[in-house]
């Protein structure tokens, strides 16, 4: 995939740079081409700038605004999950390294309910 997308992108640049020449026949109907008309004046076309009022570039910023706001977010809640993530794993790893002392026998201690140290033995 990632291949033909380079060998696209590397045949089709050249159109992309290619010069392309507008021309009007005897009959007044328009034509477009690769190569110039013998004969033919060159004119420069230069881009059009459109000049934008106030209210449009407010509303522009605004709009970016709210997106960097929102990959903010985005990143943050990327963050967060990461670090649960890394908290699970770590309980995870925890838990099993009680059941693997567990299923060994022996003495254990736990907290009851009124915060006093209850004993349990276990036998393999």
């Known amino acids: 995939m990632r291949i033909a997308l380079l060998i696209a992108s590397v045949l089709l640049t050249p159109l ?3 010069d392309i020449y507008r021309w009007v026949d005897p ?3 328009v034509h ?3 190569k110039p008309q013998p004969g033919a004046e060159q004119v420069e076309v230069r ?3 459109v000049d934008r009022d106030d209210a449009t570039r407010e509303r522009e910023a ?3 605004r709210f997106f960097e706001a929102r990959r903010e977010e985005q990143e943050a809640a990327r963050v967060a999950a990461s670090a649960r993530q890394g908290q699970r794993e770590q309980e995870c790893q925890q838990l099993r390294d009680r059941l693997s002392r567990l299923s060994h ?3 254990y201690f736990s907290a009851d309910a009124k ?3 209850s004993t ?3 036998k393999k």
Request: zero cysteines; a positive charge; proline letters at 4%.
């Open 27 to 29: 009959g007044g109907n």
């Open 47 to 49: 881009p059009q700038v």
């Open 32 to 34: 477009f081409s690769a």
């Open 62 to 64: 605004r709009t970016e």
């Open 120 to 122: 349990t033995v276990m």
């Open 105 to 107: 026998g022996g003495r």
């Open 115 to 117: 915060g006093g140290r």
């Open 16 to 18: 992309a740079t290619a």
